[in-house]
């Protein structure tokens, strides 16, 4: 439609100029022969076809001109037409005026909005009345149905819906202070089935083989409990929680050696591995970097095999949540010598017969 217009009103303007050069007595001919050629096409047109920038462009041009010279025009359509035209034109205008000018309160500065959403995020417990009261204490003033509408447009719950507390976030809030233990089994040359009992710690990823045998009762899984227990006082390692599945091999008296430390035994659900998938992971990254790429000759195989794992593990293998760095070996510093980047002289010890690398600088 504006494009139509201004050609309209382009046209209109050279149109308008082609007069300029014309006398008074030329004008009146031309009109006349004009209003003759109208009278004809309106005789042999029922209904004329009007677009929305003609009637726009009509309206503009003929507004101010009287009813009663309008009716002496020879137009396609009636003066009240005209009128009408120029009505919803004008009432069109002021309905965009009013429109940009969006009444009520101002909106609320995307800074005062940001902070909301992360008192939000922070402050699983809190509704909307408590982050207002701490924008009131930070001097930032706001409505409390300010603070509201913020958190329903970006889909935030009312605070009694957000303030329960999931698995994951149990597991990284005490992550420092957590243990996970877990069986799996591998298989020697004559089809034997052999029991592992591993125990990862959340915090650093360290793992502890804590022995392996084809026959696991009850009385070998306590006193594997306790040497873990004696392990942990070694090393100062302090530990509240400790997460197993509901093996039958965990009886109460495995439990008791735990509770008589003052560390909390927290059971997983039934088939729901995701409950200890930090243990379930190193399990698998056991399977396919070591137990898939070895054969097991017998059970004491099977641990020394699986002791070398556990130095290589804990003291050189990189972590991603460890930002790269092992358990017990942090990153190094890089390298910012320019002399030693152009001479770098790295050397590979094998570990198990080259089933593990490791690289080191040499000297």
Known sequence: MLLRLSYLAVSSVFAF???????????????????????????????????????????????????????????????????????????????????????????????????????????????????????????????????????????????????????????????????????????TLNGASVYVFAVIEHANRRVRILGATAHPTAAWVIQAARNMVMDLQDAGATVTHLIRDLDSKYTRAFDAVFAAEGIEVVTTGIRIPRMNSIMERWVQTCRRELLDRILIWNQSHLLHVLREFESFYNGHRPHRTLHSAAPLRPVPDPITEPDRVDHLEVHRRDRLGGVLHEYAHAG
Not at 62 to 72: A, D, E, F, N, T
Not at 97 to 118: D, E, F, M, N
Request: glycine letters at 4%.
């Open 17 to 187: 100029m082609r007069l300029l050069p014309m006398n008074d007595v030329d004008k009146d001919i031309e009109i006349l022969a004009l209003r003759h050629q109208l009278a004809v096409l309106q005789r042999q047109i029922d209904r004329p076809r009007v677009t929305a920038a003609d009637r726009a462009f009509l309206a503009a041009l003929l507004h101010r001109l009287p009813r009663p010279g309008l009716r002496q025009l020879h137009l396609i359509v009636s003066p009240d037409t005209i009128l009408r035209w120029h009505r919803d034109l004008m009432r069109r205008r002021h309905a965009d005026a009013s429109r940009r000018k969006r009444p009520g309160r101002p909106p609320t500065h995307r800074a005062i909005q940001a902070l909301v959403l992360r008192l939000a995020h922070e402050n699983a417990g809190w509704g909307y009345r408590r982050i207002h009261g701490e924008l009131t204490v930070l001097g930032i003033k706001v409505a409390p149905s300010t603070v509201w509408e913020i958190l329903r447009a970006h889909g935030i719950e009312p605070a009694p819906e957000r303030d329960r507390q999931t698995w994951a976030t149990f597991l990284r809030s005490q992550a420092h202070a957590i243990l996970a233990c877990d069986f799996f089994t591998a298989t």
